[in-house]
């Protein structure tokens, strides 16, 4: 099992960063992916989570109106696209598969960090 | 909401010896859907425990997960070099995911 997500991005305030998570090694319908970020010395933030079978998401409260996330099953890539940012969306960025045998998000892209800056 | 807390912040020890980890659940939780992570520096976290107990795939007995309730424990019983990291928990059931703000585990 394998994520590898896009690479490191710089933005301004108020533009949008699309990160990719591309899955390989189990069945892409198989397993929602939540997103999750972690700034700069901080714990984890859970951002929402998508369902690579059906499209279906579900996002966090503080991010409604400002995430996107969607999937190419073609590519088994799924994107989370962040709009109106700030410096205070700095941060990695994580992927990560959710099993439901173990309960837990077993397997983790390697991180994207975006860094908002004027 | 289930809030996580991890103790100690930072855990100062030596190879070879005994790390205690704690995670204190705000209410009572099902250990099913509580996980142990590790993460090093620039690294993605890495599962170490699920279920409050059981192993993930290749990781080794020194690492034992227990508790259940509100406390869980995080015990390595015998440290390597290579265990000197950040220690999280994680819970979800239903929602929303939470974590603990971390273990620091550092070389003395």
């Known amino acids: 099992v394998q994520l590898v997500q896009s690479g490191a991005e710089v933005k301004k305030p108020g533009a949008s960063v699309k990160v990719s998570c591309k899955a390989s090694g189990y069945i892409f319908t198989a397993n929602y992916i939540h997103w999750l970020r972690q700034a700069p010395g901080q714990g984890f933030e859970w951002m929402g989570w998508i369902n690579p079978d059906t499209g279906g998401r579900s996002y966090v409260e503080n991010f409604q109106g400002r995430v996107t996330m969607t999937r190419d099953t073609s590519t088994r890539t799924v994107y989370m696209e962040l709009n109106s940012l700030t410096s205070d969306d700095t941060a990695v960025y994580f992927c990560a598969r959710w099993d439901p045998r173990t309960l837990s998000t077993d397997h983790w892209g390697q991180g994207t960090l975006i860094t908002v800056s004027s | 909401e289930i809030v996580l807390t991890q103790s100690p912040g930072t855990l100062s020890l030596s190879p070879g010896e005994r790390a205690t980890l704690s995670c204190r659940a705000s209410q009572r939780i099902s250990a099913s859907y509580l996980a142990w992570f590790q993460q090093k520096p620039g690294q993605a976290p890495r599962l170490l425990i699920y279920?409050?107990?059981s192993r993930a795939t290749g990781i080794p007995d020194r690492f034992r997960g227990s508790g259940s309730g509100t406390d869980f424990t995080l015990t390595i019983s015998r440290l390597e070099p290579e265990d000197f990291a950040v220690y999280f928990c994680?819970?979800?059931?239903?929602?929303?995911?939470?974590f603990g703000q971390g273990t620091r585990l550092e070389i003395k």
């Open positions: 279920g409050a107990s």
């Open positions: 994680q819970h979800y059931d239903n929602s929303p995911l939470t």
